[in-house]
């Protein structure tokens, strides 16, 4: 079975910035589309940034201007760049996915999934 792998996650102060990646063993990401979520303690797994199959990216209007979704065909990976990150950034972020249709940010429209990489924003 394919598996999503993320790493670099981390603790940073408010205003900090980290670059996440999922790495997909066993199949190459090009073309595929993929998307970013996050779950903070006791709050529903939310979807923050998803690529298409064809490149466009669809980013939740919370973290617009701040984070950036993308692949690296050459590394094989896809990346989520974090800038000016806040407090409320706090979160188990996932990668995922086989999407099936419907809404890029909604946790139904992916079958597969990481096993998550904590960020943690605090001074």
């Known amino acids: 079975q394919v598996q999503l792998v993320e790493s670099g996650g981390g603790s940073v102060q408010p205003g900090g910035s980290l670059t996440l990646s999922c790495a997909k063993s066993g199949l190459r990401i090009s073309g595929v589309s993929m998307a970013w979520f996050r779950q903070a303690p006791d709050r529903e797994r939310e979807g923050v940034a998803a690529?298409?199959?064809?490149?466009?990216?669809t980013i939740t209007e919370s973290v617009k201007g701040r984070l950036t979704i993308s692949r690296d065909n050459a590394k094989n990976t896809l990346n989520l760049q974090m800038n000016n990150l806040k407090p409320e950034d706090t979160a188990v972020y996932y990668c995922?996915?086989?999407?099936?249709?419907?809404?890029?940010?909604?946790?139904?429209?992916?079958?597969?999934w990481g096993q998550g990489t904590q960020v943690t924003v605090s001074s």
């Open positions: 690529i298409h199959a064809d490149g466009q990216t």
């Open positions: 995922a996915y086989v999407y099936t249709g419907g809404d890029r940010l909604a946790q139904s429209s992916y079958q597969r």
